[in-house]
Structures are given as C-alpha cells and as structure tokens.
C-alpha cells in the first residue's frame, strides 16, 4: 500500500479558494498513490477562529466539491482532513471527510474531543458523538482527529471496531511538537495499528505548526518523518504487518478492562 501525508502550509495570507485550487492539484498529482491524507482544518486554519463563521461551509460545499473531484481525477482514497461544518440544524463541527476513488463520500467524522479549554474549538464548535471506521480494500481506517490523540480510549474503541490503519488528520503548534511525535507511536504501539498522522506546516491565526508529519507501524517504529516545511510525505508499507503482529506479540488478547462506545462501521 502507498500513502501519501500532503503537510500543506497554512497561512492568513492565503484565501480559501486559493488554497482549494492548490490542494486540488497535489491531490490530482497523486494518481498511482493508495490512499492520501490531508491535514485539519486546512481550507480555514485550526487556530484561525476568527474566520470559522464566514467559512463555515456544508458537508455539500466547495471542499467536498474540489476534494471529490481530485479524487476522482487520481483514483484515490482520498482522506480531505476536516472542514469547518455548518450544521443548518446546529452549531458547527470540526468533520472530517473520506472519499473512494470514485469520488463518493464514504464517511464523515466529527471531531470528539474539542481542543481549547474554555476558549476556541472548545466553545464554538459542537463534539461529536460517535467513532468512525470505513472499510476499504487495503483495510479498514480508523478516523481521529487532532487533539483526540491525548485519549487512548478512543483509540481502543477504534480497535474494537475492526480498525487497523489510524488516520489522524492535525494542526499541531509546534510549541508541543514532541507530544504530537511520542503520542502517535503510543497510539500505534496499543492498538498494533499503523498510524498515519498528517499535520500542517506554517503559522495562522498566530500560532506556529509543527508540521513532523508521520507514519508509525504497528511495532512503534517510525517508517518516514516529515520537516517542518511544506511537503508531500510518501510511504510504503505492507497493511498485513497489523494482523502477523497481533499474532506474533498477542498482548491484546490480555485486556481485562475495556470501554464502549457508539460504532459507525
């Protein structure tokens, strides 16, 4: 299976369309890719709040649009990281969106856990209520988000249904770089899970990113790493290795504590 992490820079300088029409076109240029992987929240900024209400868009808007269509164009999975949502029903929603390569939206994902504290995300946007996975023929994904790495019982539940490949779309400061780096091999570590965590590089809303982009395997090991920089992140690896781990070092077989959740399959 190829993968490739497209760590785009995400500035205030540059408008949402034009950076629709720049993404379209790295997206299209991964014809021959398996599945490709956006960052959070890029057409906007994750830290850029201020433009969240004007930008807020339906799952139906111009980013569901221009992905579907570089989907389609590249024959790929095309994971388009997240976009500000506006529920007409509702507030917003940091939701995530998954095409096939046919350019069908095969699942969504609102984001869970909401970063911020007792400001930004956390206070203008609505949490989601229930884990995704979506069943592809390189195996099934696991959708997270972000700040939903710090909470592993997420991530078990994920497990518990039926996921092996955790995609983990992000606007991660750079100020809490190693976090991001050590978490994504804890959360690949527990699950014996591939995780592919796509970050942005830059600086919005005043906040630098930390960009470090990466693929972990099921054993913790670090396949590729991006820098701190814009760049297309391409890897490799065998989806097999998840299932010949869990066989070889059977630890999950030993939980004795577990947690239940609502499953979209």
Request: net charge negative; aromatic share 8%.
């Amino acid at each position: 299976m190829r993968a490739s992490l497209i760590q785009l820079s995400v500035t205030d300088t540059e408008s949402p369309e034009e950076r629709r029409a720049r993404v379209s076109a790295l997206v299209r240029g991964r014809a021959g890719d398996d599945l490709v992987l956006l960052p959070e929240l890029w057409p906007l900024g994750g830290f850029a709040y201020d433009r969240w209400p004007t930008g807020a868009e339906p799952l139906e808007g111009p980013t569901a649009e221009a992905m579907s269509a570089a989907a389609r164009a590249a024959r790929v999975w095309l994971h388009a990281g997240s976009i500000v949502e506006r529920d007409p029903d509702g507030p917003m929603y940091n939701t995530s969106l998954l095409f096939d390569p046919q350019g069908k939206l095969r699942r969504t994902y609102r984001k869970i856990h909401r970063f911020g504290f007792d400001g930004g995300e956390a206070v203008a946007m609505g949490g989601g209520r229930e884990i995704a996975t979506a069943v592809t023929e390189h195996g099934t994904l696991g959708l997270a988000t972000c700040y939903d790495l710090r909470f592993p019982e997420l991530f078990r539940a994920l497990l518990d249904a039926g996921a092996e490949i955790l995609t983990v779309p992000a606007a991660w400061p750079a100020r809490r770089a190693e976090h991001w780096t050590l978490l994504a091999r804890a959360r690949a570590v527990e699950e014996q899970a591939y995780v592919l965590a796509c970050n942005t590089a830059g600086t919005h809303g005043g906040v630098e990113q930390a960009g470090r982009s990466l693929v972990v395997d099921p054993w913790g090991e670090v396949l590729a790493e991006a820098g701190t920089g814009e760049e297309v992140l391409t890897v490799d690896f065998d989806p097999a290795a998840v299932a010949k781990t869990r066989a070889d070092f059977p630890v999950l077989r030993d939980r004795l504590l577990g947690i239940s959740a609502p499953v979209r399959p």
